[in-house]
């Protein structure tokens, strides 16, 4: 959790050299982490797709679990934590899209948890991401990077329209239980 998108590109730079250096994609101490710092820090998504369908081609059982694994559940989280973090992060209090997946590889996800008590919702299709859906669940501030860059975010409401934001990142003021949708403007 040191590092994240927002680090300085200089950080970022040997947190990549170290991921490459160290090739700890089949190790059975430090998997449940590694896919998942991988892309917390923008490693190249193809890569860590690529690693992981290995890894599980390799060791998976059909059931999930990792064959020799002396370590239990937490090799249950390999997957999921690396596909929330490649999906959605929220990592250093900023909503982030599809922050480390390949653009041109259709996605989606649905009520995914982000930290500040919001489900997240979206889609990236074509390249475009659509469908952003937020339920604040404690009405809180959310701040989200841009899913448009360069163009402005339409606010809906509880359906209905409510405001509109520039910029690479603003904040949502939330109230509880609020549904927000967020459209390209």
Known sequence: ???????????????????????????FNGMNSFYAAAARVGYDPAIILREMRAMLDKLALPNGMIRGNPHGMEHQSIVPNALQEMLMQSHEGVLRLFPCWPRGLDARFGTLRARGAVLVSAELKGGTVRGVRILSERGRDCTVANPWPGKAVRVLRNAQPAETFSGERFTLRTAQGEAIELNPR
């Open 1 to 27: 959790g040191g590092l994240g998108l927002d680090s300085p590109p200089e950080l970022l730079h040997i947190a990549h050299s170290q991921i490459r250096v160290l090739n700890r994609w089949v190790d």
